[in-house]
DNA sequence: GCGAGATTGTGAACGGTTTCACAAATCACG
DNA sequence: CGTGATTTGTGAAACCGTTCACAATCTCGC
């Protein structure tokens, strides 16, 4: 366990592990071996050793891990063992969609407040929250102190919000839409796009990988 | 351009490339190099060149890329240069926010069919759409012949949908329920999990990598 | 037509992640 | 207490994707 940086596809499966251990714990489970844990995350038990040999050891050699033990760990170590409050900004179809997501609660994952620019929306209630001006997002922050932001506005408005959590205070932000981002390199940007999902599945689902070449080429004087 | 295996990175960056296009295109430019993609997409020239090596020979040596002519072949990689319907399960919040979602047009995917098992729901309008009764699914899609699904039920019924969608011919799920689904080695998965991306984030926004050892192999007599 | 300048396509080097394999640790049980 | 069965933690190897660097290709202007 030398000091080296943690890769992120660790951290994407320690969410995962946490989810198993969280349904083995509510099944009354008390350990687990790394070849159990394979049974249910599908990820490898050599996979799962070595991803949380980043960060110690956790587990009795002969026996396995204790799942309320490693809940507790993984949940230190995500930051999840303490509420998190969460900036959501952007009113609409996504935004209701989180507001009322119950899971987020076991992870102790709470959106803390929701912000919108249309004036319309401003003031009403959405799910336990009521809608806030986005014009008054550093000033409501000052009090949260939120770190995480979730982005759910149009893509020809996400930069503008970026900068405006990022000077709220932000240091995480999930993005819903389809731009690139600039940030400040301290800023961690997450983006999630149906979208790109889709058309990795678009692709595999017809399966022949058809060449398309000498089309684009030799396309004559069209292009350019 | 040997006949080897596209990483899945590099179909999810085509997706990307085709997005900063379509907005080049919008925009009326008529050429690009790979030096101005990698500025408006933040992925590097080499990388989309390598990227773009796996289908064939794209561009002009001292010229670039035809905007129209790599659209084309882009869509024509990812199956999206013609019209790909998409079965939905789930008539709850995220679907809701699915069916209503514009861009999709964009790239001829479109949600063809919605189903759902609650009574109160199946036959009510959802967007465009009726909502049907899932255990219609086959029949359906035997009309349909949808090759992509998207699962937005409960995480209890997900592998339920997953075998469902599987028989009536989907060899692509979107899921977005937090589980590991079980399908035969042809058809592919993709997980979409909000709670993931935020647990990452929240790993790096508090930036102090603390190891959290010793707390649970020394935890004496409560674990295993 | 030709030289200067620009840009592509790709083999090779590099770096990081996953897989492997095994020594060390723990437990069960006689 | 010792033996055998089990499982962990981790260095080393294998693998895979990214970056590099440059020959080949194309355009433009003269
Ligand atoms: N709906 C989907 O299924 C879906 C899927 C993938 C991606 N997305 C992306 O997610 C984002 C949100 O989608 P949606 O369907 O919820 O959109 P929406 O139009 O339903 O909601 C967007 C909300 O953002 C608010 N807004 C606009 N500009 C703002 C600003 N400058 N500051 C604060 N609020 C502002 C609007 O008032 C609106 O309430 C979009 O970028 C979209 O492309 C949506
Ligand atoms: N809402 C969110 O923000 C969010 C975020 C992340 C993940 N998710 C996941 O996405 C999934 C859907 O979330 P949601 O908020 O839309 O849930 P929801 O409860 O709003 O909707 C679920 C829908 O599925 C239907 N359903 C249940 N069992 C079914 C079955 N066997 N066959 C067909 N339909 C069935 C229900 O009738 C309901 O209409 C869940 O797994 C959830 O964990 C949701």
Redesign the interface.
């Known amino acids: 366990?030398t000091e080296t940086r943690?890769p992120?596809p660790t951290?994407?499966r320690?969410?995962?592990y946490?989810?198993v251990l969280l349904d083995a714990h509510e099944a009354g489970i008390?350990?687990l071996s790394s070849q159990e844990i394979e049974q249910?995350?599908?990820i490898s038990a050599a996979q799962f050793r070595k991803d949380l040999s980043y960060?110690?050891?956790?587990?009795?050699p002969g026996?396995?891990?204790?799942v309320?033990?490693?809940i507790?760990?993984i949940e230190?170590?995500?930051?999840?063992d303490e509420e998190?409050p969460?900036l959501l900004v952007g009113a609409g179809?996504?935004g209701?969609?989180?507001v009322?997501?119950p899971?987020?609660q076991a992870?102790r994952?709470r959106i803390a407040a929701v912000f919108d620019n249309n004036f319309v929306k401003i003031g009403r209630p959405f799910g336990d929250l009521v809608i806030q001006d986005i014009a008054r997002i550093k000033e409501v922050n000052a009090e949260i102190g939120a770190?995480?932001g979730i982005i759910a506005v149009p893509a020809h408005a996400a930069q503008e919000v970026a900068d405006l959590l990022v000077e709220a205070g932000v240091?995480?932000?999930?993005n819903f839409a389809?731009t690139?981002l600039r940030v400040p390199k301290?800023v961690?940007v997450?983006n999630?796009?149906?979208?790109?999902?889709?058309?990795?599945?678009?692709?595999?689902?017809?399966?022949d990988?058809l060449?398309?070449?000498?089309?684009?080429?030799r396309?004559g004087k069209?292009?350019?």
């Open positions: 366990m943690v992120i951290l994407e320690l969410a995962i946490l989810r008390q350990t249910h995350s599908g960060f110690g050891e956790f587990g009795k026996v396995g891990y204790s309320p033990g490693l507790q760990c230190r170590i995500l930051r999840l998190q969460i179809n996504i209701s969609a989180l009322g997501y899971n987020f992870h994952l770190r995480l240091t995480g932000i999930l389809p690139i301290h961690h997450r999630v796009s149906f979208l790109q999902e889709l058309a990795v599945l678009s692709y595999h689902a017809t399966e990988a060449c398309v070449n000498g089309q684009a080429t396309g069209d292009g350019v």
